[in-house]
Nanobody, 120 residues
Framework: QVQLVESGGGLVQPGGSLRLSCAAS????????MAWYRRAPGKERELVAV???????SYLDSVKGRFTISRDNAKSTVYLQMNNLKPEDTAVYYC??????????????WGQGTQVTVSS
């Protein structure tokens, strides 16, 4: 079973930057996709960025050019660099991963969430 621990959220002024980290630990054979989601107050959860094991990345249109997802496979860690933050980026950000267990079964795991607040 995989556990995800997130860090890096906080309060930042518009135009500022934050870097989120999500480290996976536990027992697994391999990690496939790693992604960041967010849920703003009163809104549905949305996929912000995803990084596949093959190095392909994809982004929500509203964050393209401002956010960058990267991963350190040796550390089983995924990052989300967020630049030029806007008030509409305010949300709880969740890390998600799809992984393969030692018996070949595939699972999904979620982090506990980290609050990002963009406000002056």
């Amino acid at each position: 079973q995989v556990q995800l621990v997130e860090s890096g959220g906080g309060l930042v002024q518009p135009g500022g930057s934050l870097r989120l980290s999500c480290a996976a630990s536990g027992s697994f054979f391999s990690i496939n996709a790693m992604a960041w989601y967010r849920r703003a107050p009163g809104k549905e959860r949305e996929l912000v960025a995803v990084s596949t094991s093959g190095g392909i990345t994809s982004y929500l249109d509203s964050v393209k050019g401002r956010f960058t997802i990267s991963r350190d496979n040796a550390k089983s860690t995924v990052y989300l660099q967020m630049n030029n933050l806007k008030p509409e980026d305010t949300a709880v950000y969740y890390c998600n991963t799809h992984y393969v267990a030692s018996d070949g079964s595939t699972f999904s795991a979620w982090g506990q969430g980290t609050q990002v607040t963009v406000s002056s």
